[in-house]
Nanobody, 128 residues
Framework: QVQLVESGGGLVQAGDSLRLSCAAS????????TGWFRQAPGKEREFVAA????????DYADSVKGRFAISRDNAKNTVYLQMNSLKPEDTAVYYC?????????????????????WGQGTQVTVSS
């Protein structure tokens, strides 16, 4: 069982930056891949970014490439999403999700159904 808690959301202006954090209650040594997803009002949930257990593999949605960066600190069981040059269309509730990946050090799933564990979400609002 994994509990995930997101933080760092807020209200910012276009062009600003935010850093989201995803703290996980995972027993030390258990390998997980982590993804960030977002859901805007009236829209389906969409993939944003993912990072493998080792951190050597990352993947991004085309809409955030070059602006967002995902990273992790396994010693703190925390994954980060640095969001730069924010746009109004980035407004959404952002969720982090995890899946255990024993032996799959470069696994970065992009589909929501591949993640069994989800946080409660944090709101990001970007004003124009």
């Amino acid at each position: 069982q994994v509990q995930l808690v997101e933080s760092g959301g807020g209200l910012v202006q276009a062009g600003d930056s935010l850093r989201l954090s995803c703290a996980a209650s995972v027993r030390t040594g258990r390998r997980t891949a982590t993804g960030w997803f977002r859901q805007a009002p009236g829209k389906e949930r969409e993939f944003v970014a993912a990072i493998s257990w080792s951190g050597s593999s990352t993947d991004y949605a085309d809409s955030v490439k070059g602006r967002f960066a995902i990273s992790r600190d396994n010693a703190k069981n925390t994954v980060y999403l640095q969001m730069n040059s924010l746009k109004p269309e980035d407004t959404a509730v952002y969720y982090c999700a995890q899946v255990f990946t024993p032996g799959l050090t470069n696994y970065t799933p992009k589909q929501g159904h591949e993640y069994p564990y989800w946080g409660q979400g944090t709101q990001v609002t970007v004003s124009s």
